[in-house]
């Protein structure tokens, strides 16, 4: 089978992509408003972009009338942002944040999560979260329906029990991934393959 692109809807085009890239990682960020109030939301448009220096890319929809969401919003006004990997502990609460919550109510107190200063930035932090990443931005890419950001990483948070020899360990941070639509997924079978050398001879 072989489908155009053109020939289906945006909707269309929507339900192949989730439904194919998966699973995907997601980014839960945090941002501060002009009033300074803290907005949460996951984004599971996410991903490395580079390792030298460390960047990071998400992916935010915008309003059916054209206008950014206040993620984008505030990212542009401020430069700043925090991502969060979002794992089985926290995910019911980082759900809750997609609330379509209105403009100055905070989805951090809504799902009843706690905010800590964060260590280089003015944005906070999500205390329940074992990895988070303070992020300066880099480059906005205006996509016409949606805006990409791309942060370059400042500071590292870790929880102590995750960090062995300088990697994470998977099995205690247990990240959660998205699916196609309301599924999400958790780490099952894992097994390791070595990258093949070539041989001149």
Do not use: W
Not at 55 to 84: A, D, Q
Not at 100 to 114: D, F
Request: aromatic share 8%; glycine share 6%.
């Amino acid at each position: 089978m072989f489908i155009r692109a053109e020939t289906q809807t945006v909707h269309d085009n929507y339900k192949l992509l989730i439904g194919s890239i998966v699973p995907r990682p997601i980014a839960f960020v945090t941002s501060i408003d002009e009033e300074g109030i803290v907005n949460a939301a996951p984004f599971s448009f996410f991903n490395i972009v580079n390792n030298d220096p460390p960047m990071i890319m998400f992916s935010c929809n915008r309003l059916p009338n054209g206008e950014m969401k206040g993620t984008s919003r505030n990212i542009l006004s401020h430069k700043e942002f925090v991502v969060h990997i979002v794992d089985e502990d926290n995910i019911e609460a980082i759900n809750y944040t997609s609330i379509n919550a209105p403009h100055g109510i905070s989805e951090i107190s809504l799902a009843g999560l706690t905010t800590v200063p964060a260590q280089e930035i003015k944005v906070p932090r999500v205390q329940e979260c074992k990895i988070a990443m303070e992020c300066r931005l880099v480059q906005h890419v205006d996509l016409g329906t949606s805006d990409m950001i791309i942060g370059e990483v400042l500071v590292f948070y870790i929880e102590d029990e995750l960090y062995e020899n300088g990697r994470i360990n998977i099995d205690k941070l247990k990240p959660v991934s998205r699916l196609a639509g309301a599924t999400y997924g958790t780490i099952g079978r894992t097994f390791d393959r070595a990258r093949p050398l070539y041989d001149s001879k």
